[in-house]
Nanobody, 121 residues
């Protein structure tokens, strides 16, 4: 199983980025997908999750209204569109596959390697 996250980078505050996570080695359409992030010295934080069908999503309070999660089951890819980025969004972002739309990372069985997002002020 591989989850390959990409799309991170350096962006100014107020800017946008779109993260992608390409999945292989599992039946993608059977899994909910989530995005989490971890900043240096901080605990891992839930960002967003989407049900296998795409018809249910949930967001962390700090990103609600700015970030949008979506998926393309044909491409086995999940996306995170991040708008109006803030310096506080700086972190390594991880995608994960799990069996339901949960906020806790413990419900996700497969994790990607992470992609760095840095937002400058």
């Amino acid at each position: 199983v591989q989850l390959q996250a990409s799309g991170g980078g350096l962006v100014q505050a107020g800017g946008s980025l779109r993260l992608s996570c390409q999945v292989s080695g599992l039946t993608f359409s059977n899994y909910a997908m989530g995005w989490f992030r971890q900043a240096p010295g901080k605990e891992r934080e839930f960002v967003a999750t989407i049900r296998w069908s795409g018809d249910m999503t949930d967001y962390g309070d700090s990103v609600k209204g700015r970030f949008t999660i979506s998926r393309d089951n044909a491409k086995k890819t999940v996306y995170l569109q991040m708008n109006n980025l803030k310096p506080a969004d700086t972190a390594v972002y991880y995608c994960a596959a799990g069996r339901g739309v949960y906020r806790s990372g413990s419900y996700y069985s497969h994790w990607g390697q992470g992609t760095q997002v840095t937002v400058s002020s």
